[in-house]
């Protein structure tokens, strides 16, 4: 269902419409590598095809001894004891295929108990049950030829020394759930439970499309009344972070013929900044409502004016221009679709905590607020806003006001990246924002020592 109306929705009530009326699909999937699987989305359940670790190991260098031979009642230090050393097993050996001494050394030693020089991470031996580190022998440390019997000084505790097969996982276990993003850890655990490669979704191919006859080419000699276009980039790489691609990013007129003609076929969503209010040459509004795309007041600031639709089958999200409002409307509504299309769980871009506020600063009544902040150790004595050369407790419009301390009670401090708080023109202070605090819309002023939920960028 469409709908275009005045009443101001709230950020959750405008998602659901957005996700209603553009019914985002995971798309399909595809086999990589793990070494290419670094951020992708996994597509099915992986669940441990052997045990971890595979085989009961050694945790030491040392030896392997079997504890009953220590006699029941021996204290720890009542040594020594004496062993014929019966076999030699390095990492990546087996019990049986080891360089062995069996046989001959049996002869040499008489009746001495059995042990076996064994290495971290090697097989334990079938009647071994614990390890005795080579410090607690009189055996020599380092590279050297195993010796026909070793000596133990301190007897070892039941089990010591031995990582038991499976104990980290278990064969058959759950262990990535499907719609996991692949860190570099997840590899890795990937890797242990047997895996080679991986089958991920697709990257969601997104276009980004800036209008505004004000842009010019980040980089580019400004001609008067130009600005750079510096919301091209931002949606691009913001896509890359949120793991789609973006497959086009460029500037298009200021006109609504001009917007309809850029947009893009053969992509999964496209995604614009700008022309989305109530100004005389407002493009995406003027094509968006002639083609039945629904455009919304959200009660939030910034990113009041927010549209969407779609052109032919392609979802179109549609941002407005100010850059900060592109930065927190992308947190808010693109990274979550883009979630959707890579089956990610929701709860994945919708982690929030708290921390208490620094300085106090202002907030638009109505509009729940969504103010970049830059994150100190709790318990900072906090000036004013994050970065000190843009202080300036003078000023007549400024959204944030001098702050306190808060206790340091284990909750991080909240600092507006900008003495004008929330200003969604403020492009140049967006690289200090690491959250984006939560003032309920019904609140015009935030206390020093407050507690704001933070959303994580
Ligand atoms: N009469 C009203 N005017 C405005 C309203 C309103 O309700 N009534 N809402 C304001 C709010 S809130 C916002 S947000 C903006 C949204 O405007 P548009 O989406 O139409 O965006 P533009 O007018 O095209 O641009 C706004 C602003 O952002 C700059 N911009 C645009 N594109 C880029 C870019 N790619 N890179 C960098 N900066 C960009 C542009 O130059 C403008 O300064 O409308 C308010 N007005
Ligand atoms: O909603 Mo607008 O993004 O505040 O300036």
Redesign the pocket.
């Known amino acids: 269902m469409s709908s275009t109306s005045d009443r101001p929705l709230t950020p959750e009530d405008y998602w659901q419409l957005l996700v209603e009326n553009l019914a985002p699909q995971r798309l399909g999937t595809e086999v990589v590598s793990l070494a290419d699987s670094h951020g992708r989305t996994l597509a099915d359940d992986a669940h441990a095809t052997f045990s971890v670790p595979p085989f009961d190991n050694s945790a030491m260098d040392g030896f392997a001894v079997r504890g009953a031979d220590f006699g029941d009642d021996a204290g720890h230090d009542d040594g020594p004891w004496e062993f014929a050393v019966v076999a030699d097993i390095a990492a990546g050996h087996t019990p049986t295929a080891r360089g062995d001494v069996e046989g001959t050394a049996r002869e040499e030693v008489g009746q001495l108990p059995p042990a076996a020089r064994i290495m971290t991470g090697a097989p334990m031996p079938a009647w071994a049950d614990a390890v005795v580190p080579v410090e607690d022998t009189d055996a020599p440390r380092g590279a050297s030829a195993a010796p026909r019997t070793v000596t133990v000084h301190r007897a070892p505790k039941p089990g010591a020394n031995v990582r038991l097969a499976g104990e980290d996982i278990a064969a058959e276990d759950l262990v990535v759930s499907a719609g996991s993003v692949i860190s570099a850890r997840t590899a890795s655990t990937l890797a242990a439970i047997g895996y080679g490669e991986v089958e991920v979704v697709t990257r969601p191919r997104v276009a980004v499309l800036?209008?505004?006859a004000?842009?010019a080419a980040p980089g580019e000699q400004l001609s008067p009344g130009m600005?750079?276009?510096?919301?091209?980039t931002l949606l691009a790489l913001l896509v890359r972070e949120a793991g789609g691609q973006a497959v086009l990013a460029r500037?298009t007129g200021d006109t609504a013929a001009d917007f309809g003609a850029a947009l893009p076929t053969d992509v999964d969503l496209i995604v614009t900044?700008?022309?989305?209010?109530?100004?005389a040459f407002?493009p995406v509004k003027e094509y968006g409502l002639a083609h039945g795309w629904t455009f919304e007041k959200v009660a939030m600031q910034?990113?009041?004016?927010q549209g969407h639709g779609m052109a032919g089958s392609v979802p179109v999200i549609a941002l407005?221009?100010?850059?900060v409002?592109v930065a927190v409307s992308f947190r808010l509504f693109v990274r979550p679709f883009i979630g959707r299309l890579l089956g990610q769980p929701d709860s994945l871009a919708s982690t929030t905590r708290m921390a208490r506020a620094g300085p106090a600063w202002r907030s638009s009544p109505g509009r729940r607020q969504y103010l970049p902040g830059a994150l100190l150790p709790g318990g900072s004595t906090v000036r004013s806003s994050a970065n000190e050369n843009l202080v300036d407790e003078g000023s007549t419009h400024g959204d944030s006001t001098a702050g306190g301390s808060t206790d340091g009670d284990g909750y991080d401090v909240v600092v507006p990246v900008h003495r004008l708080g929330s200003g969604?023109?403020l492009?140049a202070s967006l690289h200090a924002a690491q959250v984006l605090a939560v003032v309920d819309a019904e609140v015009t002023e935030v206390k020093p020592g407050d507690l704001v939920q933070i959303i994580p960028l």
């Open positions: 800036a209008t505004g004000e842009l600005i750079p276009d510096s919301n091209s500037t900044s700008g022309g989305v209010s109530m100004g407002d910034p990113g009041k004016p407005p221009g100010n850059p409002s969604s023109h492009a």
